[in-house]
Every structure is written in C-alpha cells, then in structure tokens.
C-alpha cells in the first residue's frame, strides 16, 4: 500500500508539474521578452523532467524503505550505484557534454538514473516478497 500511495501521491504532483510548468516558468520569468525565451524554453524542458523525476524519486524512496524494513540493505545499496554510477551520470555527462544539452542533459540523466533505481527496487521488492511466500492475490477462503 505504501509504494501504491507513494507512487500514486507522487503521479499527481508529477502531473500537475507536467500541466503547468508554463504557469510555473512564468511566475519567475517573463517568456515575452526575446531575453527570457531561451531560459523559458530551457525551464519548460528542465521542469518536464522534474515531473518523471518526482514520480521516480518516490517509488524509489518507499521501495529501498520497504526493502530495509525486511531487513534487505545490502543489494538496493548496489542496485542504487548501479543506476547511478552505472546509468545515470554517464549519461547525464554525455548528454549534457556530448550532445550539447546543457542542464536538461543533465537533468535527463539524473531522471533516467531514479527511474532504473525504482525499477530495479521494484524488482528486487517482488521477488523477495515472493521468496518470503507473499502474493498479491487475496487469500481464499475456505
């Protein structure tokens, strides 16, 4: 229930990010001015990011917190620098150096890194629960 909510909670303000990051953009920069666009343009980039990367940030939180709690801290520490170390900053460093995309370069590697890191929790949160004999089908009843 708790990565449902997290998941759930997260989308919503993920959503409303994603709906109005123009309303957002404006309340510090004013777009009509030909000194604001491209900073407007980059913000309104940078703050699409920022809604996956909300979603992702918090399934990956409750997910490793769901994981300690069974007493599982070793492998979501490694499946984490995994996603960062591995995925995330190389990324992050290729396309924002390589591909000459700047801050959203940047902010596209760290987003990709959250989602690998919840999805590889997420994996490893089945499959120990399953080990565990937990199934996400009711009880029958006799």
């Known amino acids: 229930m708790a990565v449902a909510t997290a998941i759930g909670g997260m989308g919503v303000v993920g959503c409303l990010i994603y709906l109005f990051r123009a309303p957002i953009v404006g309340f510090y920069l004013d777009a009509s001015l030909p000194d604001n666009a491209q900073s ?3 913000a309104m980039s940078a703050l699409l990011l920022a809604a996956i990367f909300q979603v992702a940030d918090g399934a990956q939180a409750v ?20 996603g960062y170390w591995g995925v995330g900053f190389p990324l992050a460093g290729w396309l924002a150096f390589r591909r000459g995309l700047g801050v959203v370069g940047l902010w596209g590697g ?13 994996g490893r949160t089945v499959y120990t629960l399953r080990r565990a ?10």
Do not use: E
């Not at 007493?71 to 499946?79: E, Q, R, T």
């Not at 004999?133 to 006799?142: D, E, L």
């Open 40 to 42: 407007a343009r980059i």
């Open 63 to 82: 997910l490793v917190g769901v994981l300690r709690g069974r007493g599982d801290a070793l492998v979501p520490m490694v499946l984490a620098v995994a």
């Open 133 to 142: 004999g937990f199934s996400a089908s009711p009880p029958r009843s006799a």
């Open 110 to 122: 760290v987003a990709t890194a959250l989602v690998t890191v919840a999805l590889l929790l997420g």
